[in-house]
């Protein structure tokens, strides 16, 4: 008997290589308000995160109100960015078509992001079509990543319980969101993530962890094996 009855994918950082881009236009925007972040600073603070659930944080070391105005701009010009920049993390849109089938459809992307940036990035990068119908947004429930609520939304959506789906995330703030839903976590650190993202994974409660997007087929079929990142 197969192990999972389904596949919830995180977005950002999982299908699409978008945290960079997206954190690039952050870390300019916060410089603009007078905090100064390098770009690994900024990455550390923010990837995994919603940026409106960071508004104590950024007010108290800006001196400014986040504004909705702010909000909107930010998204503006991450859109643009993303538009000209974002491509598809390596192996991504070959694996998501495998699982497609191998799965019946019962695949699904629960992203912490805005379903307009989620659905944008699948668009772009040809992944869309494996997912119509099932994209969820934690901005649409009552809370984000890392409460365990879009990832329980997206389980009920394929039908399945949430401890006969595999959650692939990339991020503590999400491996802990999957963990909470009850799912088993595959956590995908590719080597740029840096020396201590496997680690942090699997402290948050990941599996198994990985670190190229091709081994996760094989590691769905074989659950018990390691993936090359330890």
Sequence with gaps: MKRFDAVLFDCDGVLVDSEPITNGVLRDM???????????????????????????????????????DWLVRFRERRNVSLIRDLKPIRGAVEVVALLHERFEGRIACASGADRFKVELQLEKCGLLPFFKGRVFSGHELPRSK?????????AAAVGVEPGRCAVVEDTVTGALAGCAAGATVFGY??????????????????????????????????????????
């Design 189 to 230: 650190s590719p080597p740029e993530a840096g020396h201590d993202a496997p680690q942090s994974l699997r402290d948050a409660g990941a599996s198994c962890v990985f670190a190229d997007l091709m081994e996760l087929p094989a590691l769905l079929s074989h659950p018990a094996r390691s993936g090359s990142a330890g």
């Design 146 to 154: 890392p409460a365990p609520d879009v990832y329980l939304a997206a």
């Design 30 to 68: 916060l410089e603009e308000l007078g905090w100064k972040l390098s770009r690994a600073e900024c990455m550390r603070l923010f990837v995994g995160k919603a940026v409106k659930d960071e508004r104590a944080l950024i007010e108290a070391r800006t001196g400014q109100p986040m504004t909705e």
